[in-house]
């Protein structure tokens, strides 16, 4: 079974800096990849996803992620944070051709001015 | 993408009772799911609403606490039953139209059960 896994609970940036959020998933097969944002008191946002062709996707707000299979790793990227980036973020997988979406802990991002 | 509308936004129910949820998405989508959402923790899949047939449920989620119905393409309501205060969580109705489409969620049902 598919299994996602943010090994960041917490991430403090200060705003203008670069940002990387992580994710490692688990899954034996082409997986479907996504990102998701959940500000306070909101439903989730859909930032990008992957599902085939290039590694480096790029998402809405000024997100990208990249693709690495030999890593198991789809990694979360902002160049320039801003102040209403800070929320929760949330990287999904799911089954090629699945259904459902397996969810990782969640990184919880900071930002300072 | 499709826009889902979930009501009620957030209640507050007294233990023993049932509150149902509505999901409404504007347009037919293949799947739609239900997931919880508890304090501080990440989203758990309780079921998938199949449409005209009874809901695929996740391990640990039964139909008598959580009945579930989808008459249509565009509708499903999930039902937490004879609550407790261990059900106060985010309820999140979701839908897929399509591989390509990515998953769409709801804004969600905020439950506090005193």
């Known amino acids: 079974a598919q299994s996602v896994t943010q090994p960041d609970i917490h991430i403090t940036v200060s705003e203008g800096a670069s940002l990387e959020l992580r994710c490692n998933y688990s899954?034996?097969?082409?997986?479907?990849l996504f990102w998701y944002v959940q500000s306070p008191g909101q439903g989730l946002q859909l930032l990008l996803k992957?599902?085939?062709?290039?590694?480096l996707v790029q998402g809405i707000k000024g997100f990208e992620a990249e693709f690495k299979r030999s890593q198991s790793s789809f990694n979360l990227r902002k160049p320039s944070v801003h102040w209403s980036d800070a929320a929760e973020y949330f990287c999904a997988v799911a089954a090629e051709g699945g259904n459902k979406l397996v969810f990782g802990a969640g990184t919880i991002l900071r930002v300072k001015s | 993408s499709a826009v889902i509308s979930q009501k009620p936004s957030r209640d507050i129910c007294q233990r023993g009772t049932s509150l149902t949820i509505q999901c409404q998405v504007d347009?037919?989508?293949?799947?739609m799911f239900w997931y919880r959402q508890q304090p501080g923790q990440s989203l758990t899949l309780i079921a998938t609403a199949n449409q005209g047939s009874e809901a695929t449920y996740e391990s640990g989620f039964v139909i008598d606490k959580f009945p579930i119905s989808r008459p249509n393409l565009t509708f499903s309501t999930l039902t937490v039953s004879n609550m407790s205060p261990e059900d106060s969580s985010i309820y999140l109705c979701?839908?897929?139209?399509?591989?390509?489409?990515?998953?769409?969620f709801g804004s969600g049902t905020r439950l506090t059960v005193v």
């Open positions: 899954y034996g097969a082409t997986p479907y």
């Open positions: 979701s839908a897929r139209e399509g591989v390509n489409y990515g998953y769409t």
């Open positions: 347009s037919q989508v293949t799947m």
């Open positions: 992957y599902f085939s062709g290039d590694t």
